[in-house]
């Protein structure tokens, strides 16, 4: 089992960045991990994932080109660097681990997930 924790949130203007982190401990070898997104009165949203395997990533059209998930396998830690982040972008982030490794957008497929960290951006 995965135990997963999100840091980095906080209170940002528009058009600012944020760098997020997700910590893993426990067995963490061969684990996709996701970051998902949930504003308040919305279902979960993929945001983007990172295979362990092969280190491919996805992402979600909406941030395409404005957000990078990296991963630091000697710090058990993934990141998600975001930049010009908008009034679309306020949510709880979490991360989840996908034991199977597939990077999928689908959050039913992730088997842990952290508490999550609180996103707001300011206009």
């Known amino acids: 089992q995965v135990q997963l924790a999100e840091s980095g949130g906080g209170l940002v203007r528009a058009g600012d960045s944020l760098t997020l982190s997700c910590r893993a401990s426990?067995?963490?070898?061969?684990?996709?991990t996701g970051w998902f997104r949930q504003a308040p009165g919305k279902g979960r949203e993929f945001v983007a994932s990172?295979?362990?395997?092969?280190?491919?990533?996805y992402y979600a059209t909406s941030v395409q080109g404005r957000f990078t998930i990296s991963r630091d396998n000697a710090k058990n830690t993934v990141y998600l660097q975001m930049n010009s982040l908008n009034s679309e972008d306020p949510a709880v982030y979490s991360c989840?681990?996908?034991?199977?490794?597939?990077?999928?957008?689908?959050?039913?497929?992730?088997?842990?997930w952290g508490q999550g960290t609180q996103v707001t951006v300011s206009s």
């Open positions: 426990g067995h963490t070898a061969g684990y996709a």
């Open positions: 989840g681990a996908d034991s199977c490794d597939s990077g999928s957008y689908a959050s039913a497929d992730y088997d842990s």
């Open positions: 990172i295979r362990w395997s092969d280190s491919r990533t």
